[in-house]
């Protein structure tokens, strides 16, 4: 069984900054790429930003000069988003590509609430 796991969500202003972090854990036999998703009130989940495992990253473009995503290790990932906007207000989603012996698959943690306001 693999569990995803996010953390470091909450409550700042605009302007602010936070670190979301993410890692996967189980029965793992290789982590591909790993990402983060938003949704927004009423809107879809949309990509904030991915890396693979050489390093390649990919950005929103409501994000990129702001936000920086990083692998901390194989099976971690982490968001640092600087100078926050109130509509970076969404639930974040950590998502990692695996293979859990079975074959490449996505899985997807719960979720960690970034709520931008004064």
């Known amino acids: 069984q693999v569990h995803i796991v996010e953390s470091g969500g909450g409550l700042v202003q605009p302007g602010g900054s936070l670190r979301l972090s993410c890692v996967a854990s189980?029965?793992?036999?290789?982590?591909?790429?790993m990402g983060w998703y938003r949704r927004g009130p009423g809107n879809q989940r949309e990509l904030v930003a991915d890396?693979?495992?050489?390093?390649?990253t990919n950005y929103a473009d409501s994000v990129k000069g702001r936000f920086t995503i990083s692998r901390d290790s194989a099976s971690t990932v982490s968001l640092q988003m600087n100078r926050l906007k109130s509509e970076d207000t969404a639930v974040y989603f950590c998502?990692?590509?695996?293979?859990?012996?079975?074959?490449?698959?996505?899985?997807w943690g719960q979720g960690t609430q970034v709520t931008v306001s004064t």
């Open positions: 890396i693979g495992d050489g390093g390649s």
């Open positions: 998502s990692a590509v695996l293979n859990d012996g079975l074959g490449n698959r996505i899985y």
């Open positions: 189980g029965r793992i036999f290789r982590v591909s790429a």
